[in-house]
C-alpha cells in the first residue's frame, strides 16, 4: 500500500466546514485514495474515493492535487455526529481483492 | 446497517474455550476481511478471502483459524485464546476486481479472553 500521513488530531466548530489533509506521495498511477471514518467503537464506514478527479458525494468532497500527492477531505458542515476518527488509505490489490491497511488516522472532534 | 453481520455483538470466553465469530453478507461480494482492533491501536489486517481462497494471512498465530465455506460467509474459529487477544474484531467485504470498489464492514465482535 501507498503510505499516507495525517495529522492525528484536529478540531473543528460545528457548522463550518472539516478539512481533513492526507499525504500521499509514494501513490503509484493506479491506486485510489480512500476515506474512512470510525466512530467509537463501530466499524468503519466508506466515505468516498477518487483516483484523479475531485470528487462529492452526499457525505463529503475529496479534493487530489494535480500530482496526487496529497488530498483534503471536506466535510461542508460538519455536525458533532461527524466526531470520529478518519482514514485516509491507498489500497493495493492482492489476486483482485483491495488489502485495505489502516493507518492512525486523524481524530477530527467537532465542538459545539 | 451496512449489510455485513456479525455474531455475537459481544462474547467473553476463557482461556480454554473454544468459539467462533460469524460474518456473513448478501451483497454479492466476493472478498472478505477479518481485522482484529486493539484498545486504542488502528484496525489490524488478519485475513484476506478472495472468491473463498485465502490470499493473505498477515501473520495470525495460529490460535486464529478462519474458515470461508462460501463467498456469502467468513468464519474465525479461535481456541486457547491468551488475554492479550481481548479486541474488537471486524468483517468487511468488498467486490474483487479492482481498486475502485469499497469495503462495507461489520459492527464487530467484542470478545473478552478471561
Known amino acids: 500500500d501507498a503510505k499516507t500521513t495525517q495529522p492525528p488530531s484536529m478540531d473543528c466548530a460545528e457548522g463550518r466546514a472539516a478539512n481533513l489533509p492526507c499525504n500521499h506521495s509514494t501513490i503509484s498511477g493506479n491506486e485510489y485514495v480512500y476515506w474512512y471514518r470510525q466512530i467509537h467503537s463501530q466499524g468503519p464506514q466508506y466515505i468516498i474515493h477518487g483516483l484523479k478527479n475531485n470528487e462529492t458525494n452526499e457525505m463529503a468532497s475529496l479534493i487530489i492535487t494535480e500530482d496526487r500527492k496529497s488530498s483534503t477531505l471536506i466535510l461542508p458542515h460538519a455536525t458533532l455526529r461527524d466526531t470520529a476518527v478518519y482514514y485516509c488509505i491507498a489500497p493495493s490489490l492482492i489476486q483482485g481483492a483491495q488489502k485495505l491497511v489502516f493507518g492512525q488516522g486523524t481524530r477530527l472532534t467537532i465542538n459545539p | 446497517e451496512t449489510g455485513v453481520t456479525q455474531t455475537p455483538r459481544h462474547l467473553v470466553m476463557g482461556m480454554t474455550n473454544k468459539k467462533s465469530l460469524k460474518c456473513e453478507q448478501h451483497?454479492?461480494?466476493?472478498?472478505m476481511y477479518w481485522y482484529k482492533q486493539s484498545a486504542k491501536k488502528p484496525l489490524e489486517l488478519m485475513f484476506v478471502?478472495?472468491?473463498?481462497?485465502?490470499?493473505e494471512n498477515n501473520s495470525v498465530p495460529s490460535r486464529f483459524s478462519p474458515e470461508c465455506p462460501n463467498s456469502s460467509h467468513l468464519f474465525l474459529h479461535l481456541h486457547t485464546l491468551q488475554p492479550e487477544d481481548s479486541a474488537l474484531y471486524l468483517c468487511?467485504?468488498?467486490?474483487?476486481?479492482?481498486?475502485?470498489?469499497?469495503?462495507?464492514f461489520g459492527q464487530g465482535t467484542r470478545l473478552t479472553v478471561v
Open positions: 468487511a467485504s468488498s467486490q474483487r476486481g479492482g481498486l475502485g470498489t469499497e469495503a462495507f
Open positions: 478471502y478472495n472468491f473463498k481462497e485465502q490470499t
Open positions: 451483497l454479492g461480494h466476493n472478498a
